[in-house]
């Protein structure tokens, strides 16, 4: 098959949804289909290069991660209609989601889309707040995707928001894969020593670390909080944040307001092919989201054989408690509580090591883009060129690999 992948986050933005599409170009070339990408580039004339369309984006860019584009009569589109792709797989529904739809149209192929995000609002007991937010965002999503013959959720927590916003098309929960090997391949003591030194770490130190997008909805800033609580607990206790993003200054500010210079170390973003080496150097991976449509970060800090404290873990379709090799905490009490008792216990933290490895074998990057390309496979011949539009009102069928 032909593919054409868009998205609006590409390298070298650094996001789950860069991750997910570089995997999806990586993996399906090896599995021999022919990929390409549109994206947004950061230039302000279009090109071509290495499989990848990169549109010319605006100078405004109010997201760090993202590039925004206003082109619309872009002479990239002759080529990939000349080209002519089997398919087109969407991962964003705003600005390259709008090139998709023309494209498949102009080209009468199918248009599947993966809904990476999860809208949804809550209240300070994690209640879905039914608001003037969520009937918007409801709407806006209803009609981004509607000329989509199947939509892809990431988990199944995140499909029922898709089911909640009533959207007619059929949705396929297929749970993001990720490269296993990469974060288990063996790195050289001297390398890691080396890289705990520059970033102000010692041996006798224990490290917590979030590897994440700085922005509201991941709550960095709670995880702030509870660390300032665990510092007097135990005072080997450090805290490394891994990911840039636009909360990035006011964490900061928050970290110099706390006193918590030294002990929290902003690492910034990081090359996703280097990543590893910090999930490598940390004793423990935390995270303070409540609402995580895919929780790769979480995977890949099981995969590096980390325990994983979190607030939830409905996006990993198991329990990381009944697994042994993370907690989930309800409040700052039992977070701060159950971060004390791993930084006092090495041992412990070794056999929650051992289980997270196994448990995140589920999650090969192989199975993943194998079942993806499964799901394309099957709408291209359930729907096929020429014959794309309409489809989406079939009945709707869930599936979870």
């Not at 408690?321 to 309800?330: D, P, T, W």
Request: aromatic fraction near 8%; glycine fraction near 6%.
């Amino acid at each position: 098959m032909k593919i054409l992948i868009t998205t609006d986050f590409y390298l070298p933005h650094i996001t789950g949804v860069t991750t997910v599409v570089v995997n999806e170009q990586n993996m399906l070339g090896q599995l021999g289909h022919e990929v390409r990408l549109l994206t947004i580039g950061n230039s302000p004339v279009s090109s071509y290069k290495a499989g990848v369309y990169y549109m010319k984006g605006s100078r405004l860019q109010p997201l760090r991660d993202s590039q925004l584009t206003f082109s619309y009569h872009d002479p990239l589109l002759a080529d990939i209609l000349s080209w002519s792709p089997d398919i087109v797989h969407s991962n964003n529904e705003f600005f390259t989601m709008g090139w998709a739809k023309r494209i498949a149209r102009a080209l009468q192929i199918p248009l599947i889309h993966t809904c990476h995000t999860d809208f949804t609002r809550f209240d300070a007991q994690h209640r879905i707040r039914h608001t003037l937010w969520d009937t918007m965002m409801a709407t806006i999503i209803k009609r981004r995707v509607r000329y989509c013959d199947l939509l892809i959720s990431p988990s199944l927590s995140h499909s029922h928001m898709l089911e909640r916003y009533h959207v007619k098309q059929p949705i396929f929960v297929l749970p993001s894969g990720i490269d296993l090997a990469r974060f288990q391949r063996p790195v050289g003591s001297d390398e890691i020593d080396a890289l705990r030194t520059s970033l102000g770490f010692s041996k006798e130190h224990c490290i917590l670390v979030s590897v994440c997008r700085l922005a509201s909805e991941k709550r960095v800033n709670k995880s702030i909080d509870d660390f300032f609580l665990l510092s007097f607990l135990e005072p080997s206790a450090r805290l490394l944040l891994v990911g840039g993003g636009p909360k990035e200054d006011s964490l900061k500010k928050q970290v110099a307001d706390l006193g918590l210079e030294g002990l929290v170390v902003f690492a910034g973003a990081i090359p996703s092919e280097n990543v590893h080496l910090y999930y490598r150097l940390s004793d423990v991976f935390i995270s303070s989201s409540v609402r995580e449509s895919q929780g790769l970060g979480f995977v890949e800090a099981m995969a590096s054989s980390l325990p994983v404290v979190l607030r939830e873990d409905h996006s990993l379709g198991f329990s990381v408690e009944e697994e042994g090799c993370g907690a989930i905490c309800a409040d700052s009490h039992s977070f701060v509580t159950t971060l004390a008792s791993l930084v006092a216990d090495e041992q412990k933290r070794k056999e929650m090591a051992e289980k997270s490895k196994q448990a995140s074998e589920r999650f090969s990057l192989s199975h993943w883009a194998e079942t993806l390309v499964s799901v394309c496979e099957t709408t291209l011949d359930t729907c096929g060129k020429g014959n794309n539009r309409g489809h989406h009102h079939q009945s709707r069928n869930h599936a979870v690999q």
